[in-house]
């Protein structure tokens, strides 16, 4: 058995509703923590604020995982949740950007399927690379982009809706609580008319934030701090008023410290720099998204952000010797276990390598 077999031995194990806890952790891996009482909670929080978008979300990690099923995936990438990651992704976006009916919904289902099939031979290619670098929701994005397009000339009656449309209708029924605080008016009317209209996300937040805890207290951490620099950055950058799309920021740079802050590169202080970087760089990436490009960045500063910075510890561009380790794929699970894996193979290392000097001795 190969030192990784090993390792993964102690990977929690499950017992009860193996089917069940699959696609729950589908909507674990969203926050990149493959746990079902995780997914099962942010599963609530998506509920809370959307009763639309949780049964899209549910369509969607059901098509997803049955299609990876049905490619005969490797059981373990099955089990991890991995292949409901696209499906839930998918669900949140095709309630912001696509009309709902019968049409849009076939699409949509055709998209799920779809994407399992794109991020098997997307990892399949990475397994055959030196970095493997992981997939994450790329194949939402493009299929997003791909569909929306293809929609508008085949489809129209699920037709793209486009971000500012859907801004303005999704922010309507607070706008009047935004505008008083952008103008500064502040009375305490006003800030219970702005909780009142932020309520389901702050409860969702607060959901989520349990999630977290529960899987890592060490994510917990690095997620609590990101908020704070997001709220920091944002009102920087566009005042009262940009916390209208503070969603879309969540979205991006909480996953990004998620990935990593622990899961995928071993944690350490060097690291916990590197994590709220990279969160500055989804924060800006989103910000330039939302006002200066024609086209939604969705979750393109997520991907783009954590796989670059993925690939220079990968590529030991950030070196080992200076403390940046990645933690193997196999092995992806929470920054506790990362730790564990390093401190064994630290020890491994020691162990071979004192090995050959006394066969040199010999």
């Known amino acids: 058995m190969d030192y990784l077999t090993e390792w993964r031995e102690f990977l929690p194990r499950d017992k009860f509703l193996p089917h069940l806890q699959v696609l729950l952790k ?22 809370v604020i959307s009763r639309e978008v949780w049964f899209l979300t549910v369509l969607g990690v059901m098509a997803s995982t049955a299609t990876a099923i049905h490619l005969k995936v490797r059981p373990f990438h099955i089990n991890s949740g991995v292949y409901g990651f696209n499906g839930v992704v998918l669900g949140v976006a095709w309630a912001w950007f696509f009309n709902l009916n019968f049409i849009s919904l076939l699409l949509f289902i055709f998209a799920a399927a779809l994407s399992s099939v794109m991020m098997k031979a997307m990892s399949d290619f990475n397994a055959r690379t030196i970095a493997n670098l992981p997939v994450f929701s790329i194949p939402s994005l493009l299929l997003l982009l791909l569909l929306s397009s293809l929609s508008n000339h085949f489809f129209p009656s699920s037709s793209w809706r486009g971000p500012d449309e859907r801004m303005i209708e999704y922010f309507r029924n607070f706008n009047a609580s935004i505008i008083t605080l952008s103008n500064k008016q502040w009375t305490w009317e006003t800030i219970k008319i702005f909780l009142q209209a932020f309520s389901n996300h702050m409860m969702a937040f607060f959901i989520i934030m349990i999630a977290v805890f529960y899987h890592s207290s060490l994510s917990f951490f690095v997620v609590s701090v990101a908020t704070l620099i997001n709220i920091i950055l944002i009102f920087f950058l566009g005042g009262v008023h940009e ?13 990004t410290v998620l990935a990593l802050g622990g899961i995928f590169i071993v944690i350490n202080k060097h690291v916990c720099v590197l994590t709220f970087l990279g969160c500055l760089g989804a924060v800006l990436l989103t910000y330039l998204g939302i006002h200066y490009l024609p086209f939604p960045t969705f979750v393109i500063p997520f991907n783009a952000v ?3 910075i993925i690939w220079l510890v990968k590529s030991n561009r950030l070196k080992r010797k200076d403390g940046f380790y990645a933690v193997p794929m196999e092995l992806v699970y929470s920054p506790e276990f990362g730790l564990e894996w390093y401190r064994g ?3 491994a290392d020691h162990y071979w390598r004192d090995l050959e000097k006394l066969i040199g001795q010999g």
């Open 306 to 308: 954590t796989i670059f």
């Open 345 to 347: 193979e630290v020890f």
């Open 243 to 255: 916390f209208g799309m503070l969603e879309l920021y969540i979205y991006n740079s909480i996953p």
């Open 26 to 47: 589908g909507y674990g891996q969203v926050l990149i923590c493959p746990n079902q009482l995780t997914g099962f909670l942010l599963s609530v929080a998506i509920f």
